[in-house]
């Protein structure tokens, strides 16, 4: 496992290890920097002899309507969340293909099948990343490669707190209404958990899902309009 802050990072890969007696190899890493998504997946393979399952989840990119954006804001978007997957996806295939058997599954939004307003950023780089994974299913299925998005809805988590801010101070409602908003477009009427999403992913990486390909699987409680 990787991510930027060390401290956060050692601190989950200590209770992970405690609560499951796992090994856990956990670097810290900027998954925009290539070269170093190059390094981790090696150390990866050194360590474990192999990777069998690649789960990418880069952080959003900030609240913003469009004329709010900056270029600059586009080309961190784009880094932070389309190219961080290619990087990964282009470093662990090949060692997926020599095995015959591989999970490449990615981690959005609800906003790849329904924007949501004042996220144009993740609505239109979030996109990019389903068009990778339809192509990466489609060009190493016959590797045994299954490529699949998971795309939660309004989840409890530290970003979804972050937004809440964000939306509260440009509407001038408190957070909880926002929250209680956001809980009420669900047909579940409620506000989604982290483990939730969780057991979505590990479903996809098993045996059990070993017929899904190419899919963006929503964790919304309903959330999404469409059908």
């Keep these: 496992m990787c991510a930027r802050k060390a401290e956060t990072l050692t601190a989950v890969a200590e209770r992970i290890r405690q609560q499951y007696k796992a090994e856990v190899l956990a670097e810290p890493l900027n998954v925009t920097d290539a070269d170093g998504v190059h390094r981790f997946v090696d150390a990866v393979v050194q360590r474990f002899g192999a990777a069998d399952i690649c789960v990418t989840n880069a952080g959003g990119p900030p609240a913003k309507g ?16 389309l190219m961080s997957t290619i990087y990964f996806a282009r470093e662990v295939i090949p060692h997926m293909q020599r095995k015959q058997w591989g999970r ?39 590797d045994g490669i299954l490529a699949n998005n998971v795309g939660p809805g309004f989840t409890a988590t530290d970003r ?68």
């Excluded at 809980?183 to 409620?190: G, I, P």
């Design 160 to 227: 979804l707190k972050q937004l809440a801010k964000a939306r509260a101070a440009a509407t001038g409602k408190s957070d909880k209404e926002i929250f209680d908003s956001w809980a009420a477009d669900s047909a579940l009427k409620r506000i989604g958990e982290p483990r939730e999403v969780a057991d979505t992913i590990v479903w996809l990486a098993s045996e059990r899902a070993s017929f899904v390909t190419g899919q963006t699987i929503l964790v919304d409680g309903g959330a999404y309009k469409g059908l």
């Design 66 to 81: 469009f004329l709010a954006t900056t270029i600059d804001d586009w080309r961190k978007a784009v880094d932070q969340n």
């Design 104 to 142: 490449i599954i990615t981690i959005t939004s609800i906003t790849t099948k329904q924007p949501v307003s004042d996220l144009v950023l993740s609505n239109a780089v979030r996109a990019g990343v389903v068009g990778l994974v339809k192509s990466l299913s489609n060009e190493f299925g016959k």
